[in-house]
């Protein structure tokens, strides 16, 4: 009898020592470890039974957390918002202003995910300050409100029925996306060829640096017209344009007649100032004046509204650079809309930042910055993001409606690199020993871009 109750003390014993975690001097690198077959037990988290190739995981690091660290709340909301997510956190017992922590659910409850520090990159339009114009209105996003977004600028621009955009130019380009009503354009280049063209919602226009041109809101619509700017330097003032009238202003007449060669008197009545955005009678046609130069080579707009979307699972996804719209040489663009459960696959772009604007529906940004650093944004109609070149993020719609939002970009061709093609283009044995997952979950990587991917089936 005290044989077998030694016996059964020195077995238990010994399955105690064998379950104990491995020294760390005795743990192979995680490269080494041979891939074992694993048999997968039913789990809360929809795993089924079965044989797999899943690698043997790394005894160098604990597993990720199976957390699905979703939003705490929403902008509908009528609970009270406070900074705690599970056992973490705290109620707040100071001051608070609960509009923008609805709006902003991940900011002031993040993610576990969430680690590190990254420069702010939201900005809603509804903080910048406002020009207002007889006739209209501006408002810009610079690195003045947003110091991480130096390589693009942008301004949303309001123009009633027959209002004009005086006649001017800049030192950058000027890219536009028309998102209510229809714009009038008009361009002259320096070889003197001119242009005229109404553009629509959802279309384009673009000016060289230097070229002078104009906007003008049609009566297409009783509201006329508004349009987002894009303009490839994030230091750019809208209050920095050179104007027709303000140069007139600051010039003596006597010059002025000179120069188009007639008398004084037919200057009186130019203005003392410039008149930047001004009410005027809508234009009756698109004719442009006859040129004895002729027209441009490349036209100034285009009609990106009539571009068939590629569909994917989860949405759909158009893009219109200099392949398409040979002009815009220092901006590209891709539109994508998201359905509710979809999300913009994880992804990041290699070479150019990317300015997005939010058009519609709700969206969840995790933007990654390397280093253990990552931070999870929150997007309503109206907001701008700025994610730098080759940070990895995705965009998931959290809404019950369509999201869709711009990808804007300083460059001449649009780029992005998918981290699902990018494993499941990758050798498998280099992919499992990274991620200890089986052959049968990379067999299902796809091997070409799916862009808006569509909740799992």
Known sequence: MNKLLSFVIC???FAGSCAAAPAASSIPPASSIAPTPTVLESTSSGTTSGTSTAATPSFTVPLASDDPNQIEWNVTTTEDVQPIRGSLGATIIGPQNIPIDQQNPDILAPPTTDAGSIPNIKWPFSLSHNRLQTGGWARQENVDVLPIATSMAGVDMRLEAGAIRELHWHSTAEWAYVIKGTTQITSVDQNGRNFVANVGPG??????????HSLQATNDTADGSEFLLIFPDGNFNEDDTFLLTDWMAHLPKEVIARNFQDSISDWDDIPGQQLYIFPGTPPANADPVPDPQGQVPEPFAFNFSQVQPVQYSGGTAKIADSTTFKVSTQVAVAEITVEPGAMRELHWHPTQDEWGFYLEGAGRMTVFASSG??????????????VPATFGHYVENIGNTTLRFLEIFNTDQFQDVSLAQWLALTPPALVKAHLQISDDTIAHFNKTKQVVVGPAQ
């Open 373 to 386: 650093n990552a931070q999870t944004y929150n997007f309503e109609p109206g907001d701008i993001s700025f």
């Open 203 to 212: 279309d384009l226009w673009y000016f060289p640096p230097g070229i002078p």
């Open 11 to 13: 077995a238990v014993l």
